[in-house]
T-cell receptor
């Protein structure tokens, strides 16, 4: 069965600091990978996705993620965070031709003004 | 406006009283899914549906039922709710569940409390 782990439960940064959130998955086949963001009191929104091709994908709001197949990783990065990035971030995986989605437990990001 | 809607948004009920949470999407999506979100556990898939009349269990299906009689609707049924089903529930849909179509769009969530 697939599983997704996220390295950090809670990350606290000051504005303008750089961000990297770790995500590792376990699945032997080809996968689709996603990062979703959930702002306080809101539903999940897609930040970025990887299906194939360039392993460095760019998403909305200055976020990017790099798929490293050999490490089964899909880490999320942002060079300079803002207070408005305070949210919970979820990594998710689904098999390339699959049907079920598996989400990681989430990482809460707090950005201090 | 393209969206996924859920009703009710908030529900407090008692153990054993059957309830239904509705989910509807207006994007003609084939794939629909239900998740529950619990602190520290992220989102866990309850049931999903590849298309009309096609449903399958996710990771945590016990205590839940679903149906997909129409493409746009995917209700979640709790026949006999228990306190361990107190959670935040999200419905989601996507164009398909294969390759390029798998981006999911989420509803606003239903916060359920079972006393």
């Amino acid at each position: 069965a697939q599983s997704v782990s996220q390295h950090n439960h809670h990350v606290i940064l000051s504005e303008a600091a750089s961000l990297e959130l770790g995500c590792n998955y376990s699945y032997g086949g080809t996968v689709n990978l996603f990062w979703y963001v959930q702002y306080p009191g809101q539903h999940l929104q897609l930040l970025l996705k990887y299906f194939s091709g360039d392993p460095l994908v760019k998403g909305i709001k200055g976020f990017e993620a790099e798929f490293i197949k050999s490490k089964f990783s899909f880490n999320l990065r942002k060079p300079s965070v803002q207070w408005s990035d305070t949210a919970e971030y979820f990594c998710a995986v689904t098999p390339h031709y699959g049907q079920n989605f598996v989400f990681g437990p989430g990482t809460r990001l707090s950005v201090l003004p | 406006e393209a969206q996924v809607t859920q009703n009710p948004r908030y529900l407090i009920t008692v153990t054993g009283k059957k309830l239904t949470v509705t989910c509807s999407q207006n994007m003609n999506h084939e794939y629909m899914s239900w998740y529950r979100q619990d602190p520290g556990l992220g989102l866990r898939q309850i049931y999903y549906s590849m298309n009309v009349e096609v449903t399958d269990k996710g990771d945590v299906p016990e205590g839940y039922k679903v149906s997909r009689k129409e493409k746009r609707n995917f209700p979640l049924i709790l026949e006999s709710p228990s306190p361990n089903q107190t959670s935040l529930y999200f419905c989601a849909s996507s164009f398909s569940a294969t390759a390029s179509g798998t981006e999911q769009f989420f509803g606003p969530g239903t916060r359920l409390t079972v006393l």
